[in-house]
């Protein structure tokens, strides 16, 4: 069966309309921070040079797709986006970039320090270009530190960070990456709330200025808001990692068909979760009774729901638990995420028939804008899509 053909607007209708943002990011972390400026406006240009068997972008490759270079993660992250083939080492492609720079609100890229200032586009440079620019590196290492020299990525980050001792710490085997880029992504959520920050000062200010988003640190502090936690205070016990997290017994709960996330919160709810499971008077036991005890003694009441929740069906338990306001909700694989039902019916999932890539599935922007709504309104683009249109000439 074929799928539906949605008219998208062609004009951006977000609140950073009328915000132009220079981009040299590639990969994941920088386009998943200029996505979400695009989407909510922005004209974000980017810029990609032609080199070796992978022009461009390396994660045009990734994946199928039906033109070999718009692959379905570089789909994702790069739509509401215009691309410039550009060779920042050649004169004609400084004079270009320089250019763009000049009227530009927000100059983004990935690129270490050391070969910006080697290319002539360090802050410095572009400051002296456009004096209220928002000049936003995403370096791997924090400046003034050891690693400030060294790449980082995704995979390198997790380990890094204490994130991938987590599985070590829960499972007790050997330590994992989480089968996702959360470092990548993560991060690219920070730059973009600094980027939107800076725009916020140069609004009440007319200052541009010279922003870091150090991969390190930013997903450091992401891993550690929680997990820091017994080290907190000086005469904490120094024990890192939240007791309830970091539980082995922190997972989706079997049924009698399948498996359900059960979080029951208040003590009401506690209480009326083993009551309609069949042990009434659990909460009265001591281990149980007050939100810090439930937090020491995590595994013992975590075992208890695994017990009680595999009397039932799934779907007897999401009936019961809705019923009585209890937190709860289905256990879904990845397949079932294209069919469920809430997504479904806020039409999050979107079918498009691109010019170049034919039909593709897209998601909608997840924020809601009463006044300025985010919308999707251009396809990914081809290397070098609107040249023409930017530099000017056939």
Known sequence: MPWPKLHWDSEPTGPLKGIKVVDMSTVVLGPMATLLLADMGAEVIKIEHREGNTPGDVMRYAGWSPTGDLGPIFAALNRNKK?????????????????????ADIFFHN????????????????????PGIVYVHCAGFGAGGPHEHRQAYDDLIQGATGFAALFE????????????????KTVGLFASNAALAALLHRERTGEGQFVQVPMFESFTWFNMAENLYGATF??????????????????????????????????RQWAKFFELGGRPGTMEDERFA????????????????EEVAATKTTGEWMALLDEHHIP???????????????????????????????????????????????????????LGEHDAEIKGGP
């Open 83 to 103: 691309g410039l083939e550009l060779n920042v080492n050649k004169a004609e492609g400084k004079r270009v970039l320089t250019q763009l720079i000049a009227d």
């Open 234 to 267: 000086a005469e904490g016990d120094g024990k890192l990692g939240y007791t309830r997290s970091i539980n082995p017994r922190r997972r989706p709960y079997p049924t009698s068909d399948g498996y359900i996330g059960i979080m029951p919160y208040s003590d």
């Open 169 to 184: 710490e829960r499972d007790g085997g050997r330590p994992a990456y989480a089968p996702s880029l959360i470092a990548d």
């Open 111 to 130: 690129v270490r320090m050391a070969g910006m200032k080697r290319l002539g586009f360090d802050y410095a440079a572009v400051k002296a270009i456009n």
């Open 290 to 305: 007050t939100y810090p005890r439930r937090t020491e003694h995590t595994a013992e009441l975590y075992a208890l729901i």
């Open 328 to 382: 709860a909700m289905r256990y879904n694989r990845m397949d079932d995420m294209l069919t469920e039902e809430h997504l479904t019916a806020t039409g999050f999932f979107q079918h498009r028939e691109g010019e170049h890539m034919g039909a593709y599935r897209s998601m909608r922007h997840p924020v809601t804008f009463a006044k300025t709504p985010a919308n999707t309104y251009a396809d990914p683009p081809r």
